[in-house]
């Protein structure tokens, strides 16, 4: 049968017929423990009964009625999302690029209410990924993604990551904001120091600049904080959201402070799908459980549990690995071969995985795991690195 789907994406031979906890199961019954979690997406694994309950529900009642209506679990969850973060404001989106692409109106209608008008360009900075979105590549400034998709959009000054002299330099009379993930995911699981990110908060007041922090991929719980930036102990002016707040279902977030979001008003915005009945029945369960007691305090442990068990085994296999990175549930391991080889290595051992830049492979699992997940996984890494070096 010939496929009709566009080919943009280099598809694995592997087509999944269900997924329970942290597995997929193939038709023939081949079993995959999943380190990938659909890129950071599934946070609560696969089937998770509250959620499927909660989506049974829902659909059971009501589908969508645009934002013409109101919609009460979105109002429900706004409020949750803001009585556990900085913010005082939320937008619902679809997905994570689109939060991004809000984020930055969010930045420029500011400075524009405030009386700054010319105030529309956005620093970010090198090795970032904020969506496939035109605006948001050229946020991100990678050549790789904007090749033949050009001219790319106006109004970004890209800055090397961790940078603050560099950073400083950029600023300009027309600067609104910095953009910035507190973890790279794409770009090699590069985690910023926490020091960097209480000096962006830092210059972002000195210049009255707002900050802007990408959570799409390191937020939700995956740090073994709601939210990677609270380890600094700062708080951004807005943040974009995705990916494990919906855990599978698609859903984006803005979140703002009164301030940051006082000039959006009535038609400035908006969404068709963004924040419908059954997005933000699923989110709110998804909030059940990541906001039950423990439940944060566990993914750190098992993070911490998993970087130990990797950092033996890297030095066991020095030919194969270099070394881990990363924190919490969201670590990369530092490949000395090439990662796009191990991935396919790691797969024919049952454990799935995602590439990433700098030769870099994503551990991106649900932070539902066990001890015994992790010995699993630890196992089946062990044996690939065994075949490669015996192979070498």
């Known amino acids: 049968m010939s496929d009709a789907l566009m080919p943009t994406y280099a598809r694995a031979d592997l087509a999944f017929e269900r997924g329970e906890g942290p597995y997929l199961y193939t038709a023939d019954g081949r079993r995959f423990l999943d380190f990938a979690a659909g890129i950071a997406v599934n946070a609560l694994g696969h089937s998770h009964p509250h959620l499927v309950a909660a989506l049974q529900e829902q659909a ?230 990541m906001l039950d007691e423990g439940f944060l305090e566990r993914v750190e442990a098992t993070g911490q549990q998993l970087w130990e068990r990797l950092t033996e085994l890297a030095a066991r296999h020095p030919k194969v690995l270099k070394g881990v990175r990363g924190a919490g549930l969201m670590l990369g391991l530092e490949c000395v071969v090439p990662n796009t080889e191990l991935v396919a290595k790691l797969r024919d051992e049952g454990l799935l995985t995602v590439g990433a830049a700098e030769n870099v492979i994503r551990l991106l699992p649900p932070l539902i795991i066990e001890d015994r997940h992790v010995d699993e996984a630890v196992q089946a890494i062990e044996r690939a690195c065994t075949t490669w070096a015996k192979a070498a």
């Open 60 to 289: 059971a009642r009501l589908w969508h009625v645009s934002n013409l209506y109101t919609i009460p679990e979105g109002q429900r969850l706004a409020g949750r999302l803001a009585a556990n973060s900085f913010a005082d404001r939320v937008f619902f989106s679809n997905s994570g690029a689109e939060a991004i692409e809000g984020a930055l109106k969010v930045a420029r209608r500011y400075h524009y209410a405030a009386g700054h008008p010319e105030k529309t360009r956005v620093i970010s900075c090198s090795g970032a990924f904020h969506g496939r979105t035109l605006t948001a590549l050229s946020a991100a400034a990678n050549p790789k993604y904007l090749d033949g998709f050009g001219p790319a959009s106006e109004g970004f000054d890209n800055v090397p990551f961790g940078n603050m002299n560099e950073l400083r330099n950029a600023i300009t009379e027309e600067t609104a904001a910095i953009l910035v993930e507190p973890i790279q995911g794409e770009g090699g699981i590069r985690a910023a120091d926490l020091e960097y990110l209480r000096a962006l908060r830092a210059v972002c007041d000195e210049y009255g600049l707002l900050l802007i922090l990408d959570e799409i991929q390191c937020g939700m719980g995956r740090t073994g904080k709601l939210f990677a930036h609270q380890w600094a102990g700062i708080e951004p002016d807005v943040m974009a959201l995705a990916k494990g707040l919906g855990s599978g279902f698609p859903v984006g977030a803005i979140l703002a402070t009164d301030k940051a979001a006082a000039a959006m008003q009535p038609g400035t915005h908006g969404s068709t799908f963004g924040g419908n009945p059954l997005a933000m029945a699923v989110a709110n369960a998804v909030l059940d459980v």
